[in-house]
């Protein structure tokens, strides 16, 4: 009698740890979605720009500061007075500008005019840098010092007709794959990979005969 009972007691708290580990884990796989779910609402704007709006890009490279400064393309209707045929041939294609992207307009790097710069590379650049969002925002009297901002890896500087936006690339947090960030005053963790479009040197932003013809065709 009392094997018996010493069975059905051991059977009773097997019964009572599997379902104490049911619970738990029921519980634990709520507070992961939760918690999931938190971390993709939570997910900062650390700077959101039309990239039509800058009119200069800066950044370095191996040490040195280059700046690149947009052209707007032509406006063609500054063109002798036409018939109203050909006034309506120009509404049309000012029209057609005005829904044009960016691959319009030229780059000149400032450092040095005479060189031709691969519009599509500033393109590129430009699409990485005006959106950026963050897994986190640092409060202001936060310590930052180990972030690796004094020492940046990178500068980045982008000017519209109103301001001058400057990101400043730290150091990478191992652990989170993220790296930190400064935005003008506010500093941020990013997943942002500005560093991968940033080129090792200048001569990879200069238009080879291959990316003009491309460009061209694409015109």
Do not use: H
């Given at each position: 009698?009392?094997?018996?009972?010493?069975?059905?007691?051991?059977?009773?708290?097997?019964?009572?740890?599997?379902?104490?580990?049911?619970?738990?884990?029921?519980?634990?796989?709520?507070?992961?979605?939760?918690?999931?779910?938190?971390?993709?609402?939570?997910?900062?704007?650390?700077?959101?720009?039309?990239?039509?709006?800058?009119?200069?890009?800066?950044?370095?490279?191996?040490?040195?500061?280059?700046?690149?400064?947009?052209?707007?393309?032509?406006?063609?209707?500054?063109?002798?007075?036409?018939?109203?045929?050909?006034?309506?041939?120009?509404?049309?294609?000012?029209?057609?500008?005005?829904?044009?992207?960016?691959?319009?307009?030229?780059?000149?790097?400032?450092?040095?005019?005479?060189?031709?710069?691969?519009?599509?590379?500033?393109?590129?650049?430009?699409?990485?840098?005006t959106s950026?969002?963050?897994?986190?925002?640092?409060?202001?009297?936060?310590?930052?010092?180990?972030?690796?901002?004094?020492?940046?890896?990178?500068?980045?500087?982008?000017?519209?007709?109103?301001?001058?936006?400057?990101?400043?690339?730290?150091?990478?947090?191992?652990?989170?794959?993220?790296?930190?960030?400064?935005?003008?005053?506010?500093?941020?963790?990013?997943?942002?990979?500005?560093l991968g479009?940033?080129?090792?040197?200048?001569?990879?932003?200069?238009?080879?005969?291959?990316?003009?013809?491309?460009e061209t065709?694409?015109?």
């Amino acid at each position: 009698m009392n094997k018996q009972k010493r069975t059905f007691v051991i059977l009773a708290i097997v019964l009572v740890a599997c379902l104490a580990g049911y619970l738990g884990l029921l519980n634990y796989n709520k507070y992961k979605s939760d918690d999931d779910s938190k971390s993709e609402s939570d997910s900062v704007e650390a700077l959101s720009l039309d990239s039509s709006d800058v009119e200069s890009l800066s950044f370095l490279i191996d040490g040195q500061e280059y700046t690149f400064s947009r052209i707007k393309s032509e406006d063609t209707s500054d063109d002798t007075e036409s018939t109203e045929s050909e006034k309506t041939d120009t509404e049309s294609e000012t029209n057609s500008d005005e829904n044009s992207t960016d691959d319009d307009d030229q780059w000149v790097c400032d450092n040095d005019t005479s060189l031709k710069i691969n519009t599509s590379k500033v393109t590129s650049l430009l699409g990485n840098v005006t959106s950026i969002t963050a897994s986190k925002k640092f409060d202001s009297d936060a310590d930052t010092s180990d972030f690796g901002l004094d020492e940046p890896q990178n500068v980045v500087k982008l000017s519209t007709a109103d301001e001058t936006y400057t990101i400043t690339i730290g150091e990478k947090n191992a652990m989170l794959g993220e790296y930190y960030i400064k935005v003008n005053d506010d500093v941020y963790l990013s997943s942002n990979t500005i560093l991968g479009t940033i080129p090792d040197s200048i001569d990879d932003m200069i238009a080879s005969e291959d990316s003009e013809s491309t460009e061209t065709e694409s015109e």
